[in-house]
């Protein structure tokens, strides 16, 4: 798995067996105080606290997880000393709340996200992590994670992310913010809302797109690589009766019979995902039933992802090679 896949728990065969998308807690920061000099110094030459921001300190990144999981746990921390240093209104808004809500993130900038109704005087070339956007954000589109924080709500911050961010990684969090209960009526209205202002036709395609039953990162960029190809979108969570009963597939055409499953490392990695042989030969048995039930099923990986051309083939000629089988029976 490359280094900026987030971790994912993928082993869902029905829709909703993947987890909802959680608010995230904040790391605790340890304040600079000068009677306490020595005590922090020593601490943080020997790595057991990191400096954030002048004067503010936390734990370490964890190790697990990855490389992807430790920079969303710098950004947090980013966060909470960005929280105590504030001191006029404000509103923790695009990648940054959907992070606070828990939702998925992908190649996530180490930068903190901020809207306020004033624009603030910055200089030009001075480095500071946060990106201050100047709107006052209505009550309607303001909430409160658990952190105590505030946040733009999951609709406004699946639009406002869905106009900022490049389209991949706009689907990603639009997907997690419909599986974590956002009302596409809601997100719909924000759009109207924001009519003949920069980013809204992407942002009215990523909506439109965006699917709660989508299981995964890797889902989700497979998606937005299928519909950049102009391919037809494909259903998702597709229920197969086979011999060993109703087996789902990620994504697939039923009218072709042809499938993808999407296969995260992960879950062959032992563990609390059980002994990897076991799970190899569950994956061999539920592929056999699929073939024995007349499907073609590709089996797509991230490292798949990262050759799209070759991908897209291997795609195109399955859905061309199913459309043939149709017309010569």
């Known amino acids: 798995m490359p280094d900026d896949a987030p971790p994912t728990r993928r082993d869902a065969r029905r829709p909703g067996d993947t987890a909802v998308p959680r608010p995230r807690p904040l790391p605790a920061l340890v304040r600079y105080d000068e009677a306490w000099r020595s005590v922090i110094e020593r601490r943080a030459s020997r790595g057991e606290l990191v400096r954030v921001r002048r004067g503010q300190y936390t734990g370490p990144a964890s190790s697990d997880g990855g490389v992807a999981r430790q920079r969303e746990q710098r950004v947090l921390a980013l966060v909470a000393a960005t929280a105590a240093t504030l001191r006029t209104a404000y509103c ?5 709340a959907a992070l606070l809500h828990g939702l998925w993130v992908y190649r996530l900038a180490e930068e903190v996200h901020v809207s306020q109704g004033w624009k603030p005087k910055v200089r030009r070339g001075s480095g500071s992590p946060v990106h201050r956007h100047p709107v006052d954000l209505p009550a309607k589109d303001r909430t409160v994670v658990p952190a ?25 969090v639009a997907d997690s913010a419909f599986r974590a209960g956002a009302d596409r009526r809601v997100a719909e209205a924000v759009l ?138």
């Open 192 to 329: 109207a809302e924001a009519a003949g202002k920069p980013g809204v036709r992407q942002a009215r395609r990523i909506v439109e797109l965006a699917d709660a039953r989508s299981e995964s990162v890797g889902e989700t960029r497979l998606r937005w690589l299928l519909d950049a190809a102009g391919l037809e979108p494909p259903d998702l969570a597709v229920a197969v009766d086979t011999w060993r009963g109703t087996v789902w597939i990620d994504l697939g055409w039923p009218g072709l019979a042809v499938g993808i499953e999407f296969d995260g490392t992960v879950k062959y990695s032992g563990g609390e995902y059980g002994d990897p042989r076991e799970r190899l030969l569950a994956e061999k048995r539920r592929h056999d039933a699929l073939t024995e039930a007349g499907w073609t099923l590709l089996h797509v990986t991230w490292e798949d992802l990262a050759d799209p051309d070759r991908l897209v083939a291997r795609i195109r000629r399955a859905l061309a090679e199913a459309a043939r089988r149709q017309v010569a029976r």
């Open 92 to 96: 923790f808004s695009h990648e940054t």
């Open 148 to 172: 105590g924080l505030p946040v733009s709500t999951l609709e406004r911050t699946m639009v406002d992310c869905a106009r900022w961010l490049p389209g991949e990684r706009a689907l990603v």
